[in-house]
């Protein structure tokens, strides 16, 4: 097997392996329904957990 026909064989497997772990997997939670991508949070989902995390650090805040 030559270099191109590897580079070309592994190319094919990956792009037929990516619907695969692309799929999306959604939690429902208080805060709202968060997107999962692969097991990473999709970019509104980060958005909605750092809003959450700031929201709760303000209402923990010591005033004094």
Same mark, same amino acid.
Not at 11 to 18: Q, R, S, V
């Given at each position: 097997?030559?270099?191109? $026909?590897?580079?070309?064989?592994?190319?094919?497997?990956?792009?037929?392996?990516?619907? =695969?772990?692309? $799929?999306?997997e959604? =939690?429902?939670?208080?805060?709202?329904?968060?997107?999962?991508?692969?097991?990473?949070?999709?970019?509104?989902?980060?958005?909605?957990?750092?809003?959450?995390?700031?929201?709760?650090?303000?209402?923990?805040?010591?005033?004094?």
């Amino acid at each position: 097997m030559t270099t191109k $026909q590897f580079l070309f064989a592994t190319t094919a497997i990956a792009l037929l392996a990516a619907p =695969v772990f692309a $799929q999306a997997e959604t =939690v429902n939670t208080r805060i709202g329904t968060l997107e999962l991508q692969a097991g990473y949070p999709s970019k509104e989902t980060a958005e909605k957990l750092f809003d959450e995390m700031d929201f709760q650090r303000a209402t923990q805040a010591d005033p004094h």
